[in-house]
């Protein structure tokens, strides 16, 4: 068994101890939270009657994947997680759903995905795969997905230059102050709890391994600031 990457323990054991607070300290407080998963299922390409199984990966407490199920009444959604104790609150907001979820703790920078999968989506997640291993996710994502089956994943990126990121970081504060948002609860968990194991990079560069890895019609089909949501298709003929 090979050795786990130091990020994976970090990741782990962060949101081991942040499962419980997750929601209330962070959800309502996170920017543009509800706005990715809108987008997310906003490019979901299949009818709301389709019997589709999809892939979630780092469903966390399962805000997400609440959404997938509802809107998608006749779907199911197996989605792998590091944290156990964020599975377990997940479990519970989701047991009205429990005959079409299956929920497993595992390292998705290491499973192999049981597919075949009509979507992969995933929302603020895989920040946290170890850096040497997110070029090789986008290919088992690849091979676990159906012929013309899609991916669709939202995340948090770097800004292409420093300076911009302070930009960024910047328009980001005075938007939650006008809206009347108090981060400080947040923000005082972030500065006792250390480093979380994430390591985001910028936006072309998952463009670039979902190409990499067979994927077509690759885009980022919406960015503001340091949030964004790709798209790409497993070819239908492939």
Not at 146 to 164: H, K, M, N, S, W
Not at 225 to 230: D, I
Request: glycine share 8%; aromatic share 10%; proline share 7%.
């Amino acid at each position: 068994m090979s050795r786990e990457h130091p990020n994976t323990v970090l990741s782990r054991q962060h949101f081991d101890e942040l499962a419980e607070q997750y929601d209330d300290l962070f959800v309502s407080h996170m920017y543009d939270y509800d706005v990715t998963h809108e987008m997310i299922l906003t490019m979901l390409p299949f009818p709301s009657t389709s019997p589709a199984r999809v892939l979630e990966l780092g469903p966390g407490t399962g805000n997400l994947t609440q959404k997938v199920l509802t809107r998608f009444p006749h779907s199911t959604v197996v989605g792998y997680d590091l944290s156990e104790q964020m599975l377990a609150q997940a479990r519970a907001k989701l047991a009205v759903f429990e005959a079409r979820l299956q929920l497993c703790q595992g390292d998705i920078s290491q499973t192999v995905f049981p597919g075949p999968f009509d979507a992969v989506v995933s929302a603020i997640a895989v920040h946290h795969v170890p850096p040497p291993s997110k070029p090789i996710l986008f290919h088992r994502v690849y091979a676990a997905l159906r012929p013309g089956g899609v991916l669709v994943l939202g995340d948090a990126f770097q800004a292409t230059t420093p300076a911009l990121g302070d930009t960024y970081r910047r328009f980001i504060a005075e938007e939650m102050e006008r809206r009347g948002v108090d981060t400080t609860a947040a923000d005082a968990y972030r500065s006792r709890s250390g480093p979380s194991g994430g390591a985001s990079t910028q936006v072309q560069a998952y463009l670039r391994w979902m190409q990499q890895a067979g994927f077509v019609n690759v885009d980022c089909v919406w960015k503001h600031f340091g949030r964004a949501v790709v798209y790409g298709e497993r070819p239908a003929d492939a």
